[in-house]
C-alpha cells in the first residue's frame, strides 16, 4: 500500500507538470499563429510567464519533471532533425556550404569568447557561448523560408547546405565541449583522442546501421502497419541513445545518429511523416520547458549583455556567412542574402547551453541571457531576410565599381568544373579503403574480445575458437584492406610515369602491412606472444590460398551496403541535382493543387516556356517518373512537377500557380458522394468479379482501388475476382453503401 501511494505521489508532479507544459503550449500556438509570429518564440514566452517565478499564473510544481520532459523532447528533436538530414546530404551540400559554413563557425566562436573575456565572464562560460552564438537555427529559417515564400531561391539552398554542415559540427563540439568541462584543460592529446573515439563510433554506427536497418524494414514491409512502424523506429531512436550513453556521448547525439541512419532507408520520408506529431508534441514541450526555466531577475541584471550579445549574433552571424559565401564564389547578392538569413541562434544553442549546466561548468546567468538572445534574434530573421535584397542593393551602389567587377569575376571562375587529377582520384579511394576498412576490423575484434571470448574461454580450446570465428568474419575485411584494386584506371595511367611509382608502390605496402598488424593484434588479443607468431604464419598462408572466394563474399557484403544505401535514391530517381545545375538556374519542385485549373491541360496548351522561360525537368506521378515529359504531356492534380529557371522565372511560375489555383467557397454545398475503404470478410462476394458482384449497379458506386497484400491495384478492370480481406475503394452514395453493406457482411470503414 506505501509503494503504491508512493509512485502516486511520485508520479503526480510530473503528469501535472506536462498537463501545465502543453496547456501554456496551446495557448501559445494560437495566440502566436493569429499575429503570425514563429512559434518558437510563443513557446518561449509562455513558459517564461508560466514558470515559478510568477504568482498569477498557475506554474510548475518540480523542476526535475521539468527537466525530464525537456530531455526527452530534445531527444525527439535531435532524431527528427537526423531524419531531415541523411549522410548524403552532407556530400551533397557543395563547395558553397562547404566553404561558407566553417568560414561562419570560426569566425562566430573566436568572436564569441572575446567578447565573454571582455565581459568579464570566466573562460569556460565564454568558450561555451562562442560555441553557442556559432551555430544557426534550422528550426527558424525552415520556418521563416517558407511564410515568406523564398524556399525556391537559390540562395536557400546555400543556407540549408550551411544548416547541414552546422548541425554536423554542433554534434562535434558538444563531443569536445564535454571532454574540457571534464578536464577543465585545453589538451590537445585528450580532444584528439575524443575526436577519434567521435569519428570511430561514427563510422561503425553508420556502416553497421545502413546495412542491417533497412534489410530489416525492407523483410518487415509486408506486415508494417503505421503503428508498428513508429514504435520500431522510437524504439532505435531510443537504443542508439542508450549505446551513445553507455559509450561516453550525448544521448542527442545518439538520437541524432538515429535519424540520420533511418534517413538512408526507402521508408524515411514515411518515418518522419509518422514522428512528425511526437517531434511536434516532445519540441513544444521542450522549448515551454526552456522559457520555465529562465529567471527573470536574471534577465534583468544581465539586460546589457543581452544587448550585447544580440547584436553580435545579429551581425557577427550576418557578416561571417557573407564573407564565407563570397570565399565560396557566390555573387554579392546571394552572399548577402545567406548572411542575412543565418542571424540568429536556436535549437542547438539551447542543447549546448543545457550542456553546459548538466555538467555544471557553466554559470547560472548563461542559460537566460542565451535564452533571451535566441527570442529576439528569432523575432527579427524574418525581416532580416526581407531586408537582404535592399542591403545588397545599397552596398553595391556604395562600393567602387572594380570591386563589384571583382566579385563577379571570381565567382564566374568558381562556377568553372574544377578537374579532379588521377592522383587525386587514386590516394583518396585507397585512404578511403584503410579507414572504412580499419574501422570495421578493429571494432570486429573489439567486440570480440568482449562479448564472444568470455562465453567459451573457459574452454579447453576456448581461446582458439574465439581467434578462429573472428578471423572467419574478418577474412573478407582483411582481403579488402590488402588486395582489393581501387581506382584501377588512373593506377594503371600513373604507373606509367616514373614519379608516381614509388607512391602508388608505397600505398599497396601500407595497405599490406596494416593487414599484417591488424592479423596480429587479433592473435594476440587471445593468444601469448608466441603462439601468436605462429598462428600469424599460418593464418597469412591460409588467407593466400583462397583469395577468389574472399573476393566473392566481400562483393557479397559490399553489394548488400550498396543496395543498402542507394534504395531511397533508386526509388525516388530524377531528384533535382541542385549541384548539377548551371549558372543562376537551378531546380526547383512544385506540386499542382487539386483546385488548379491548369489539371488536365497538355504542356503545349500552358506554353509554361514560352510565357515564363523555365523548363520542366520531370513529372512524378505516384510511383511513375515522366523525366523531360514532351509537349503533349498532360497535368493531373497531385502532380509533383521539377522545374529549372533563375530566381526570378521560379518565382514567376509559383506566381502563376497562386493565381490558377481555383478559390473554395467558405460553405461548400453538401454532398452524399463519398469515398470509403471497405473490408471483404463475407463469403457472398468473395470468388465473384467485380462486375458479378453487381457494386455499381445497386450502389451507384465505382470500385476506384483494391489492396490486396499491402499492393494497391488503381481503377481495377470489372473482371478482377474479388478475394477474401480485399480492401475496396469505393465512390458512391453514403446511403447507398450503408444498405448495401451492412455490418454482418462486411466491415465498412466510415
Not at 283 to 311: C, Q, R, Y
Not at 655 to 679: G, M, N, S
Request: charged residues 20%; contains cysteine; hydrophobic residues 50%.
Amino acid at each position: 500500500m506505501s509503494l503504491i501511494t508512493e509512485t502516486t505521489h511520485h508520479l503526480q508532479p510530473l503528469i501535472t507538470d506536462l498537463g501545465l507544459i502543453l496547456m501554456t503550449a496551446g495557448v501559445a500556438v494560437l495566440l502566436f499563429k493569429k499575429i503570425k509570429q514563429p512559434l518558437v518564440l510563443g513557446y518561449l514566452i509562455a513558459g517564461f510567464l508560466a514558470g515559478s517565478n510568477f504568482d498569477f499564473f498557475p506554474s510548475i510544481t518540480d523542476h526535475k519533471s521539468v527537466e525530464v520532459w525537456a530531455e526527452i523532447g530534445v531527444i525527439f528533436l535531435l532524431f527528427s532533425l537526423g531524419l531531415e538530414f541523411s549522410f548524403k546530404k552532407l556530400m551533397k551540400v557543395g563547395g558553397s556550404a562547404s566553404i561558407t559554413a566553417p568560414v561562419q563557425i570560426v569566425f562566430m566562436i573566436i568572436l564569441g569568447y572575446f567578447v565573454g573575456i571582455a565581459m568579464g565572464w570566466e573562460k569556460m562560460d565564454s568558450i561555451f557561448l562562442g560555441v553557442i552564438l556559432s551555430i544557426s537555427s534550422t528550426t527558424i529559417i525552415l520556418k521563416t523560408f517558407d511564410e515568406l515564400g523564398v524556399k525556391t531561391q537559390k540562395f536557400a539552398g546555400i543556407v540549408l547546405g550551411s544548416l547541414i554542415v552546422q548541425d554536423i559540427v554542433a554534434i562535434l563540439m558538444m563531443v569536445l565541449l564535454s571532454t574540457i568541462a571534464v578536464s577543465q584543460q585545453f589538451s590537445g592529446g585528450e580532444l584528439l583522442q575524443s575526436i577519434l573515439k567521435l569519428l570511430f563510433f561514427l563510422t561503425i554506427w553508420f556502416i553497421g546501421g545502413i546495412f542491417f536497418i533497412p534489410t530489416l524494414l525492407r523483410k518487415a514491409k509486408s506486415i508494417l502497419t503505421d503503428e508498428i512502424t513508429l514504435i520500431i523506429a522510437v524504439a532505435l531512436c531510443l537504443m542508439m541513445v542508450i549505446l551513445a550513453s553507455n559509450v561516453g556521448f550525448s544521448p542527442a547525439l545518439g538520437a541524432f545518429i538515429m535519424g540520420s541512419i533511418i534517413a538512408e532507408t526507402t521508408q524515411a520520408e514515411h518515418v518522419e511523416h509518422l514522428v512528425k506529431p511526437v517531434k511536434d508534441l516532445f519540441g513544444a514541450v521542450f522549448f515551454v520547458s526552456v522559457g520555465m526555466l529562465i529567471d527573470p531577475d536574471t534577465l534583468v541584471e544581465h539586460a546589457v549583455p543581452v544587448a550585447i550579445l544580440t547584436l553580435v549574433t545579429i551581425f557577427g552571424q550576418s557578416i561571417s556567412s557573407t564573407i564565407g559565401a563570397l570565399i565560396s564564389g557566390q555573387p554579392l547578392k546571394q552572399s548577402i542574402q545567406t548572411g542575412m538569413s543565418l542571424s540568429q541562434i536556436g535549437e542547438f544553442s539551447f542543447i549546448i547551453a543545457t550542456l553546459g549546466m548538466t555538467l555544471k561548468v557553466t554559470s547560472e546567468f548563461l542559460y537566460p541571457i542565451v535564452v533571451a538572445v535566441s527570442a529576439v534574434t528569432t523575432f527579427t530573421t524574418p525581416y532580416m531576410i526581407k531586408a537582404a535584397v535592399p542591403v545588397s542593393n545599397f552596398i553595391e551602389s556604395k562600393i567602387p565599381k572594380k570591386w563589384v567587377k571583382a566579385i563577379d569575376k571570381y565567382s564566374a571562375n568558381t562556377e568553372a568544373i574544377k578537374s579532379v587529377s588521377d592522383w587525386q582520384i587514386v590516394l583518396r579511394a585507397n585512404l578511403t579503403q584503410i579507414i572504412i576498412h580499419s574501422v570495421i576490423i578493429v571494432a570486429i575484434i573489439l567486440l570480440s574480445s568482449q562479448y564472444i571470448l568470455p562465453l567459451v574461454e573457459d574452454s579447453k580450446f576456448g581461446n582458439g575458437l574465439a581467434a578462429l570465428i573472428t578471423l572467419f568474419v574478418l577474412s573478407p575485411f582483411l582481403w579488402a584492406l590488402s588486395l582489393r584494386r581501387v581506382a584501377s584506371r588512373q593506377s594503371k595511367n600513373l604507373m606509367n610515369e616514373r614519379k608516381y611509382r614509388g607512391p602508388i608502390i608505397m600505398l599497396v605496402l601500407i595497405r599490406l602491412l596494416l593487414t599484417v598488424f591488424y592479423l596480429g593484434f587479433l592473435l594476440n588479443t587471445f593468444f601469448s606472444v608466441m603462439v601468436a607468431l605462429i598462428g600469424l604464419v599460418i593464418a597469412l598462408t591460409v588467407y593466400s590460398l583462397f583469395p577468389k572466394k574472399l573476393n566473392e563474399q566481400y562483393l557479397k557484403i559490399e553489394n548488400h551496403f550498396l543496395q543498402n544505401f542507394n534504395a531511397r535514391d533508386i526509388v525516388k530517381a530524377g531528384r533535382s541535382r541542385q549541384d548539377l545545375t548551371p549558372w543562376d538556374g537551378h531546380m526547383t519542385t512544385f506540386e499542382i493543387a487539386k483546385e488548379s485549373n491548369i489539371a488536365g491541360k497538355t504542356l503545349s496548351e500552358l506554353e509554361i516556356r514560352e510565357k515564363m522561360g523555365v523548363n520542366i525537368a520531370f513529372i512524378r506521378r505516384g510511383e511513375i517518373m515522366i523525366n523531360i515529359p514532351g509537349r503533349n504531356e498532360r497535368l493531373f492534380p497531385g502532380d509533383e512537377i521539377c522545374v529549372i529557371g533563375t530566381d526570378n522565372q521560379i518565382q514567376e511560375f509559383k506566381a502563376y500557380l497562386d493565381k490558377h489555383e481555383i478559390d473554395i467557397p467558405e460553405k461548400l454545398v453538401e454532398t452524399d458522394i463519398v469515398l470509403k475503404q471497405i473490408e471483404l470478410k463475407n463469403e457472398e462476394f468473395i470468388g465473384k468479379s467485380i462486375r458479378e458482384s453487381q457494386i455499381r449497379e445497386k450502389t451507384n458506386g465505382l470500385v476506384v482501388g483494391i489492396e490486396r497484400n499491402r499492393k494497391r491495384i488503381l481503377n481495377p478492370e470489372s473482371h478482377i475476382i474479388l478475394q477474401p480481406y480485399d480492401i475496396l475503394w469505393i465512390v458512391g452514395s453514403r446511403k447507398k453503401l450503408y444498405e448495401f453493406f451492412d455490418n454482418d457482411k462486411l466491415k465498412l470503414k466510415l
